[in-house]
Each structure stands twice: as C-alpha cells, then as structure tokens.
C-alpha cells in the first residue's frame, strides 16, 4: 500500500493537542500542549515538537522535548504548560511563548532552530517591568499566539469566561478575567518588552451585541495568520468545540467575524444542531497554515471520554477570492489530500465520527462518570506485549462509527478484528442507509476476526460500522482483503 495519512496523524497514543502549525524552511512543524492519556489534568507533560517535509506529509519525524516543564518558574514542576506558539524573531532566531495553567504571565523560550531545545528567555512585561498580565489593563493571559511582521512583532492572548467561569476562577485568586474578548499588545525588538497600550481585539460573550460576533464570541485559543495582506484570527469561540475567524487589514484592530472552520463534533456542517453531533465534542484548539500551496486547519479532537487526552488532526480549507473559508467536516484522511486506499488494515481509532445509538455527547472536564455514561463508546488504549495500542471500546447496540473517505474498487471483502459479545456489525455507506454488508460477530473475549463481502457501487465513499446486538464490543481495526 502507498504512503498515507490519517487523523490523527501524529503516531498513535501521542496527545498533543492545541496544535500551532508552522512552515520554516522546506519544514512544517507542530508545537501544542502535551496531554497524556486518561489524564486528570490537562497539558500535563513537556512540550515536544513533531515536523515533516511540506512535500510528504505523511512522513512525520518526532523531534523530541523541546522544553521541559519542571524548571524555571515552575521548580517543583506542578505547573502545566498551555498551548505554546513559535515565531522567527527579527535576530532569526525561534521565539517559544507559553503560560503556566492560571498563572497570568506570559513566558518566553529562544531557540536556534525550530525544533530546540529551548532555554529560558524571560516574562513577557511591561517597560516598568510589570509582568503583562499583571497591568491594570491587562486582561488574563492565556493560550499566546505571536506574530512577526513587517509592523512589528504583536503577541495576542485571552480567555472570555462566562459568569459560571468567572466565579469559579475568582474564589481561585484568578481576578483579571471576565467576558470581554481577547486582547493584543506590540512587542520590541527584544521579543519581550511590551511597547503599546493593551487593545481589545475581538469581542466576547459581554460586549458583543451589534458586532455580528453574537454566537461565536472569543472563548478562549488565540491564533494568528496572515494570509496574502489580510490578518486572519483564529480562536475557540464560545460554542468551544468550534474554532472560528475573524479577519482585518491591520494585526491589531479592525476584525470582523469571518464563520466557523470546523467543530469537534461537526456541530454546524452543513446546518448540524449540536443534539444531532456526528462525534464527542469538546473544547478545541487550532490554526490555518499553507504548506506546499495548500491551506489547512489543525485542530484536536477528544479520546477517552475525556477533554484530557486530546489528539492532533487537520483538514484541508479553501479560502475564496472574497477571503471567506467555508466549514469543512471532520474526515478520516485529513493531511492524505484525497481518500484513502481500499487495500490493507486501518486501526479502528482513525474514526473521525463516533456515537452511540443515542448520539454523541460533550466530553466531561475529568474522566466519565461510567454510571452516566456507561453506553457511550469511546476511542482508548491498552497495553500487549509492552506496546500500546488504540482500539474503540463499548460498542453498544446502535453504536456508529464513521470513517470518510475510501476509494473503493469492488468487489472488496472486508475483515473486522473484534471482540465482545455476539451480534452483528452493519456496514453502511451513509448514516441510517441501506447495509452494503452485514458481519456476524461471534461471542469470544479474545481479538479475533470478522469478514464479509461490500456490495455496492465502486468509488469514493464513508463507511459507518453500526454493532446491532445485546451486548457490547470492541472494534480494533478492520482490513481490506
């Protein structure tokens, strides 16, 4: 089978979420948190990089730690790092921006290449030397972005809470945090020394009527582009599983809402209500970036009933001619740049759709309550042989899950490695159609595998395996053979 790639598509049990992507040289590279699976707490582990070829996609080298968490400003290491962005300053070399959990500061790493390892630099502040964050016209700093243009070099934070959030953070200590949107400062040659006024950048849920952001308020997730002579802002808006846009002709004032990119759960494709999501959703994270002349968005999508252990995915996006980027669907083979062969196995874990008979819900802050949520399915992992591995778990009667897209040449057999109770698995090419093959599952505890013919047309098409039965199942992977 040739080359491919698929979502996630950074190596399997790798959690990193918040994904920054950036092109330097003839490179692309990912910075974002790091989760760990069944986590706790979010971003609890080192920052790392992962880079590829902007001519080969599918060849994605680990580039190892980049910045440890245990160090300075957090000697004890029980501070975690959220979502880091890079930029090339005006020395050449790597500027890495980041904030420990709700400490409200900014911190600054320098490298002398991209992919580190990088040292402590310094704390974002003000000419006075008051950390920025700390000013009183500061907002929270949080989730930086960090750009470098011909202007200058403009740092862009915030986290828009609502009144539930807010007080929450407020019997924490955490003062400087309210619904007013994301904020923009300008930084000195030094990449550090905060050289303007703070302005608000784009509303959120508190100041936004008549701006034509209702609905889609900054929440959280700065991120910046330009893209030809227009400043494009990305962010989580306040739906959080959405990551939208806004656009202007200056980096720091001007922004319009643009629309939604893409949702975690597909809430919104094609008119989608959230009752009726395609996948467990939750907060989300990301960017645009043109690599090789084509434009993607990089997000994260949720594992383990949890928005702890958060996983790495991209789609394609189009800009138009009038500067507007369409929503686009969560797809099984993002960066692949067409559908996937119909040859081979795929692990079950690439599904970008997933629910239970019932639909799919947000994925909680911690773990499941299993009483609640004991018929969810999930994507999760085990060990065999000293190796993880990612499988979906709990399949339950009614329970879908969708991969898009396969090029399919017939006739086609298709083989599932399960394991469960008895019942049946029903192949579809869409959800609720006619079954194009329906698989007898046997009852065994043990992986073992499952086969039937697909018939139908051939082409470019989904696949949605729903389990009918009393039980439940396991569903590793399945093999076209």
């Not at 009144?163 to 929450?168: A, N, S, Y």
């Not at 008895?422 to 046997?442: F, H, M, R």
């Amino acid at each position: 089978m040739e080359d491919q790639v698929f979502n996630p598509y950074l190596p399997e049990c790798e959690y990193v979420p918040d994904g920054e992507a950036h092109v330097f040289g003839n490179r692309v590279y990912i910075f974002g948190s790091h989760d760990k699976f069944n986590s706790m707490r979010y971003c609890v582990g080192d920052l790392v990089a992962y880079s590829a070829p902007v001519n080969d996609l599918t060849n994605w080298k680990y580039e190892g730690v980049i910045y440890k968490r245990r160090g300075v400003k957090n000697r004890l290491g029980n501070k975690c790092i959220w979502a880091p962005d890079v930029c090339r300053g005006t020395d050449g070399r790597y500027y890495l921006y980041f904030c420990f959990c709700w400490k409200s500061y900014v911190c600054v790493a320098v490298s002398d290449t991209p992919a580190g390892k990088y040292k402590f630099y310094g704390v974002v502040r003000h000419k006075d030397g008051t950390p920025y964050g700390k000013g009183t016209e500061d907002i929270m700093c949080f989730d930086p972005a960090v750009l470098a243009d011909d202007g200058g070099v403009y740092l862009y934070s915030g986290y828009s809470a609502n009144p539930d959030l807010v007080r929450m953070l407020r019997l924490k200590g955490i003062k400087n945090v309210d619904g007013t949107g994301g904020q923009v400062v300008r930084l000195g040659k030094d990449m550090l020394t905060v050289e303007s006024r703070p302005r608000m950048l784009i509303p959120g849920y508190k100041n936004s009527k008549g701006t034509g952001f209702e609905g889609h308020e900054m929440y959280e997730a700065s991120s910046i582009r330009k893209v030809g002579d227009k400043y494009y802002f990305v962010y989580s808006s306040r739906l959080s599983h959405e990551l939208a846009y806004a656009i202007s002709d200056y980096p720091d004032r001007g922004f319009k809402y643009g629309g939604a990119i893409i949702s975690n759960g597909d809430i919104g494709y094609k008119g989608r209500p959230q009752d009726r999501a395609l996948n467990y959703w939750g907060n989300n994270h990301g960017c645009i970036e043109n690599i090789n002349g084509q434009w993607y968005v990089f997000y994260h999508r949720q594992t383990n009933k949890t928005e702890q252990s958060r996983q790495a995915c991209a789609e394609k996006i189009y800009i138009d001619e009038s500067g507007k980027i369409s929503q686009v669907e969560m797809t099984s083979c993002g960066l692949n740049g067409k559908p996937l062969s119909a040859s081979g196995f795929y692990p079950a874990y690439i599904a970008c759709n997933l629910m239970s008979g019932n639909g799919a819900v947000k994925c909680a802050y911690g773990p499941f309550s299993k009483h609640k949520y004991k018929e969810h399915p999930c994507i999760t992992q085990e060990k065999a042989g000293g190796a993880a591995y990612q499988y979906i778990s709990n399949m339950r009667n009614g329970s879908t899950a969708g991969y898009k897209f396969f090029d399919i040449k017939l006739p086609r057999i298709i083989k599932l490695r399960v394991r469960g109770s008895g019942g049946a698995i029903k192949i579809c090419t869409s959800l609720g159609g006619q079954p194009v093959a329906n698989v007898p599952v046997a009852a065994d505890s043990q992986w073992h595998d499952v086969s039937a013919e697909l018939h139908f047309h051939a082409g470019e098409t989904p696949l949605y395996f729903t389990y009918e039965g009393d039980g439940s199942i396991d569903l590793q992977g399945f093999a076209f053979v």
